[in-house]
């Protein structure tokens, strides 16, 4: 077990004093095997390291290839929770990751396992979009959006935790470090809106973001979603099959202000 795992017993105080203090180093010790339901312990996050990608770093070809490894993990475990698919992506080539981390509209978050080095988390944010790219037509339900010069826009996509290291809290603290950047950034407007847009079958993910004070703000297609994620050269070409033009995905919206 790493030396720098640090043990959080989420028991009461009277609970606590119950347990003779080996019962404490048995748990320590054992805690890579508590299972990830075992509500009274939690590992605390000093195991993982939060990395904001620099576009411009030297190592932006190692990092791309590591990116495309867990993006690719991420459509392939979880198809139903992404509005791309494995089989499109597994064609780009590493240019084209490297590409994708390089967009100067894209700020990309990942999370390592410091034991390893092995990347388990990510998360974009994409922006500022324009309140014209922003809107959504009026049958979606989404209200429209203040005008750039007093709210800034931006989208969040792509997160993802490998199924081993989920339940730690990381997707909760990678989200709010793309959040902190985003308060950090200096100039006007002070107002900045954060987007996502969910599955509605997606039921657990949309708790999660419930419960980091999103607010449901109404229903997006499959187009429009591949569209605001920046992804629109996904949607083909002619008539659209309904899979893209159903409103299917929910759209919700996080309030921030800078500081
Ligand atoms: C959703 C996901 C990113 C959560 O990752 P994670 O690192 O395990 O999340 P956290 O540990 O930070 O948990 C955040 C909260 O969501 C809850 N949660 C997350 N996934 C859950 C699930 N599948 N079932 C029930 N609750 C879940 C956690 O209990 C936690 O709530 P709490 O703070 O009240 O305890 C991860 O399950 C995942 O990658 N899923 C597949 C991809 C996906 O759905 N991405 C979202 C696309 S919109």
Known sequence: MPSNVHVSAAYSHTEARAFPFSVHIALFKHL?????SYPDVKLLPMEYQYIHIDRYGSNIATQAAKYRDLRLAALQQS?????????????FSLDTWIARLSEPSKETFVVAARSTGEWVAQVTVLGPITTSIYDLPEESGQPPALPD??????QMLGLYTLPEHRGHGIAKKICQEAFNYLEVQEGQPKKVRVRIMVKRQNVAPLKMYESMGFK???LCTLA???IANGDSDMIPEGELPEAFTSRGGVVMTLELDKK
């Open 79 to 91: 198809p139903t929770s992404f509005s791309s698919t494995y089989e499109t992506e597994s064609r």
């Open 149 to 154: 010069e007093e709210e800034e826009k931006w």
């Open 216 to 218: 449901s703000a109404g």
């Open 224 to 226: 429009e979603a591949l």
């Open 32 to 36: 890579h095997q508590v299972p990830k």
